[in-house]
């Protein structure tokens, strides 16, 4: 017998191509020494050439997902991704609140605040951002958007440090104890640099930037790894660290599948038997 890992709890959509959403949530689970366990909010119908559409799980079965395995198994930390609409949000709030997941509980909560697929195939209903805003966001630990999000969510258009840390006090405003405001879609220069903020503390996490077309999944993959190591026990600084060395490392292994955008890989932790 093997001592049982922590548990972290993926609340996301399906990519039936395996790269992104839920799958890329449960493989880094696996890959950063986590048990893996998952609430389904969406089926998507989708490949490497994008998002063909998408089924909502009733919000009933998303928060009864919660509970079961909250109730029996624990959870160590969880993360959102595709939430969908403002139903299935109000169904995760009270599954989390129930189980103690997020800032009121004390189970550690990453909201990747998804918007839409890289495609620009949306993955959120328009009315359902206000959802995001005044309900998921302040239950986050952390809250972990890229450029577009940011945008959405607070109407800040970044382009320079000011306006990033601008955004970064509007996303703290709207109540999570931590923002990673991910620079990844910034174009120019040699590294994808990220601002992590809780308003008192400021830490810039720098990777090298791969020259890869094949990025699906990346943001799942970053808010997964920094899931994980929140799930063993490491503060959100150091669980940001560690996210960043993990999709450094998963973009720089990524590899081409199908006729459009390939995956980011977590295989480098995986030994080849
Ligand atoms: N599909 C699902 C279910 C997702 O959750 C996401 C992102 O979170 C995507 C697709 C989009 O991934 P990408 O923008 O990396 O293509």
Known sequence: MTTTPPTALSIAGSDSGGGAGMQADL?????????????????TVQNSLGVRGFTEVAPETVTAQISAVAGDMGVG??????????????????????????????VPLVIDPVAASMHGHALLRDEALEAIRAEAIPRATLVTPNLDEVRLLTGV????????????????????????????????????????SDGDTEIELTGRRHATPHTHGGGDTLAAAITAALAHGHTVPDAA???????????????PLGAGTGPVSPFFRVDTA
């Not at 595709?82 to 169904?91: F, Y």
């Not at 996303?171 to 994808?192: P, R, S």
């Not at 660290?241 to 590899?255: L, N, S």
């Open 77 to 106: 930390a969880a993360k959102t991704g595709m939430l969908a609409s403002a139903e299935i949000i109000d169904a995760v709030c009270s599954g989390c609140d129930a189980a103690g997941i997020g800032r009121s509980g004390s």
């Open 157 to 196: 258009e970044v382009t320079d440090g000011a306006t990033r840390r601008a955004a970064a006090q509007e996303l703290l405003k709207l109540g999570a104890q931590w923002v990673l405001i991910k620079g990844g879609h910034f174009d120019g220069g040699a590294t994808c640099v990220d601002l992590l």
């Open 241 to 255: 660290e560690a996210g960043k060395r993990f999709i450094t490392q998963a973009v720089a292994d990524a590899y």
């Open 27 to 43: 493989r880094t689970f696996f890959a950063c020494r986590t048990h893996g366990m998952s609430a389904v909010t969406a089926v």
